[in-house]
């Protein structure tokens, strides 16, 4: 007897939920959690449902895709550690928050990898035995660069998660395209106020009196993919950028580290350039 | 075609979506929203849903109670504005807040009177066309002024809450039953901490860094009913607590207005002297 | 004795404080408070000082010219009410915020009258005993219109501060210019994020995780003037565009109160487009 | 030329600010930043300066002295990295907070040891090049066991501050008088509810919609000790103590860290049980 993660998106119509629960229902599962959302404007219904029960992950897709409307979006999900890869340039903090967890033992994940195009953060990564990899960017166009990032992540099976951490280099369409949806990234800025480079400073200039950060799925319009999670704090006149700066970090990580739990506990449906998070 | 709203509490057990759904189905319902929480400690499974259709309340109530658990909690809710009377003593923000939100439509509710120990606020409570009750507390002890209050209340009929914006007298348990779970309090700090009489002074002794407001029903235990709401506000030193006062009062009608809102849409269940709020 | 509020901005020198602090003492006064601020790059010096004493006032801003560099600000202030005009177009919100604090003696202004384009608040504010004055702008041209309020805001004589609670049109530099860092706005989004119309529709759009309100003193480029006070609550999927709609207001009417009560206190300086708030 | 730290408290009297800006200007030194609070009801009067320029701290604080009421609080610091111990027991997050901010270079610290109570966290403090002292309190009572801590910090000198990073157990007066206003110690709850053993478990009880945690110097009264920092989150009835428990974590850890930057950076003032933060 185990618990499974049942995520179902689909057209609207009558019934759906009775339908559903119907399939729960005969294949003698209890229904430990359920959330359902239905979006009026695009006329879609969404639904998160933790069952128990001794089941077949695919027969129970088989009879849920027999009652769902065509195209419908089913996946049944044993939980087990999902496998990330970490990229990050050379800042500790959103990537400490992230080993520190892992370290703790509260992180659903396998890290197979933390890749950087600087070696600056080898010594403190392999401390927590967790392989790094420099991929240095210099000498090479973005274009190369990122053609050996790709070949080295290739060398990795089953990624189900690249995480952000401060990767502060603007990936090419081709490398979102290979891992859609699957990209988180960490942006220091409360979004879409002060997409792009430097953000605290674009944030002190204009005197705001909170600053934020923003985890969002990454797509090709830089800064611009959905967004999972969004926190801010209050600043004053007596922050310089460089405290914006600092005060910051603590913001990013622990946004960073939601978004990731949400992933990893499969929460997020992505449609629309938008979240539902369950 | 209406929408209406259906709240099932029941004692869990496998398949109680299943066959809530199955009768909405039957009916020709469609689920415009569903929420559902299992509460494992106590086996209690909780459920609000708004459905749309053409329906028979008592019908439909009576389609339910076939299906679910005997002693199951199960109401059939036509969205229509329910009937508050407000009580105060003397401050005027969280009534004010009350009073605008209804002047300007926002509240679902039909605001049968404000009563109070004091005509402090009679000038004001009347530019609103409401009826303003002063029952003065000088002279009686309380079993006789709750009386009064207790009396005039009989004068009403179908009272769904009895909202206390800052009404500063204890209720006793007479009166409290004769409410139950449909007396809405704000308490002027982040219960339970500083329980009781002047809880900005009690919190500027402690020191603390955060002040904050509790609604909560009322029970026969002072300050310890089941909470619906909090909210806080940073403070530091420089506050005395005069001056937490002051700005504790933009938390308590912020809190308690939230707190109404939720009640007047049929958001709250109360159990265990908790609430589950969809 | 009495006390005065004491502001000064100055290019920072050494000494400053030395200076200031020995025209208080020459002069008997007792520091209440005091708060300074050195924005370093721009060179500038800020302070404000509550001083107890028996003073004449024009005698101390004399005392401090004397001290101070040339060009200094000085402004020594005995506090009382300031008279403030509110502009708002249909929206009860903000403004009503505004009338219940005013009515509970909670606000140091008299208000000399609300002024809209619409008379739809009319009988909400004229039951506080405030003028409401209706200048239409059907039929006239954004220039006709605002020289009709112009006109009839110069009938009133000292006029502080000028409250947008929600005033729907766009200023002209003509009207911006005659109320030069007296005009405070509350602009429904965190800024700058959403600038412009619908804010909401934006944001919902965008798919964040978080809306927010922002108060600022008008200058002639939309949504970009100096910033006084910004606060944020969270959304979720579920949150339609009318939904954080409801829920903005709340924020709203919280922000433009904050900034207005900071602004009748004397303790906003505005320089370099942003503000020091003491 | 260098920056220095003055931190004054005194019993409040005209002329303070004057006389010592007057010993400021007369050592030629110019003030960075400058903060100032009069608690009127214990009449105390607290500031703190930063001042740049070149001085010797002696006879600074002599100058100090001279002008200054007898028995006045004075400290002329050079900031330099403060010397701490962490004490922590068997949970990662806080300590590993803290631990990964010393390598990220960005705490004016230096790490002597982490003191445990287990050797759980040995191998993952020790990745960090820390010592690691392992001190059980099997087969001892309280007294002998923190006779043997005590005995322990002895052999370090100069310790400015202990930080208790989730250390379990409960201090005794002999420690904590060793220790004076230098003991920090993160209590997982919003103090003062829920003090004493598993506060999540209390807060679970009492159905708060609203969890903290609170960093405060500890003195002789069990999580009654002034308090420096506090920090919330919303929770739902969805949240078992357990969830809360987690969740908390990422507050502990934030509060903490915060409230041990404010001590390395002298902004703490502790009087009356309380502290004011600068």
């Given at each position: 007897?185990?618990?499974?993660?049942?995520?179902?998106?689909?057209?609207?119509?009558?019934?759906?939920?009775?339908?559903?629960?119907?399939?729960?229902y005969?294949?003698?599962?209890?229904?430990?959690?359920?959330?359902?959302?239905?979006?009026?404007?695009?006329?879609?219904?969404?639904?998160?449902?933790?069952?128990?029960?001794?089941?077949?992950?695919?027969?129970?897709?088989?009879?849920?895709?027999?009652?769902?409307?065509?195209?419908?979006?089913?996946?049944?999900?044993?939980?087990?550690?999902?496998?990330?890869?970490?990229?990050?340039?050379?800042?500790?903090?959103?990537?400490?928050d992230?080993?520190?967890?892992?370290?703790?033992?509260?992180?659903?994940?396998?890290?197979?990898?933390?890749?950087?195009?600087?070696?600056?953060?080898?010594?403190?990564?392999?401390k927590?035995?967790?392989?790094?990899?420099?991929?240095?960017?210099v000498?090479?166009?973005?274009?190369?660069?990122?053609?050996?990032?790709?070949?080295?992540?290739?060398?990795?099976?089953?990624?189900?998660?690249?995480?952000?951490?401060?990767?502060m280099?603007?990936?090419?369409?081709?490398?979102?395209?290979?891992?859609?949806?699957?990209?988180?990234?960490?942006?220091?800025?409360?979004?879409?106020?002060?997409?792009?480079?430097?953000?605290?400073?674009?944030?002190?200039?204009?005197?705001?009196?909170?600053?934020?950060?923003?985890?969002?799925?990454?797509n090709?319009?830089?800064d611009?993919?959905?967004?999972?999670?969004?926190?801010?704090i209050?600043?004053?006149?007596a922050?310089?950028?460089?405290?914006?700066?600092?005060?910051?970090?603590?913001?990013?990580?622990?946004?960073?580290?939601?978004?990731?739990?949400?992933?990893?506990?499969?929460?997020?449906f992505?449609?629309?350039?938008?979240?539902?998070?369950?």
């Amino acid at each position: 007897m185990s618990q499974y993660r049942v995520l179902i998106d689909a057209y609207d119509e009558k019934g759906l939920v009775h339908k559903i629960s119907s399939v729960f229902y005969n294949n003698d599962l209890n229904i430990l959690s359920n959330n359902e959302f239905v979006d009026k404007e695009n006329n879609k219904f969404f639904m998160r449902s933790v069952v128990d029960g001794d089941i077949d992950l695919k027969s129970l897709k088989k009879s849920l895709e027999e009652v769902l409307p065509k195209k419908s979006g089913i996946e049944v999900i044993a939980p087990k550690k999902k496998n990330i890869i970490i990229m990050a340039t050379k800042e500790m903090h959103a990537l400490g928050d992230i080993l520190v967890r892992h370290e703790a033992g509260e992180l659903e994940a396998n890290i197979l990898a933390v890749v950087s195009n600087y070696s600056d953060l080898e010594s403190f990564v392999t401390k927590f035995n967790i392989p790094y990899i420099a991929i240095s960017h210099v000498g090479l166009d973005r274009s190369e660069h990122e053609a050996k990032i790709l070949e080295c992540l290739a060398g990795f099976k089953d990624i189900d998660y690249v995480v952000l951490a401060k990767y502060m280099r603007i990936l090419t369409p081709r490398f979102v395209e290979a891992y859609e949806n699957k990209i988180i990234n960490i942006h220091h800025s409360f979004l879409p106020a002060f997409i792009g480079a430097n953000p605290y400073k674009q944030a002190y200039d204009r005197g705001v009196k909170i600053i934020g950060a923003t985890s969002h799925f990454v797509n090709n319009n830089l800064d611009e993919g959905p967004i999972i999670s969004q926190e801010v704090i209050h600043v004053d006149h007596a922050y310089g950028w460089r405290d914006m700066q600092r005060s910051g970090k603590d913001v990013e990580k622990v946004v960073l580290s939601r978004a990731l739990k949400l992933a990893l506990e499969d929460r997020i449906f992505v449609y629309a350039n938008k979240t539902v998070i369950f």
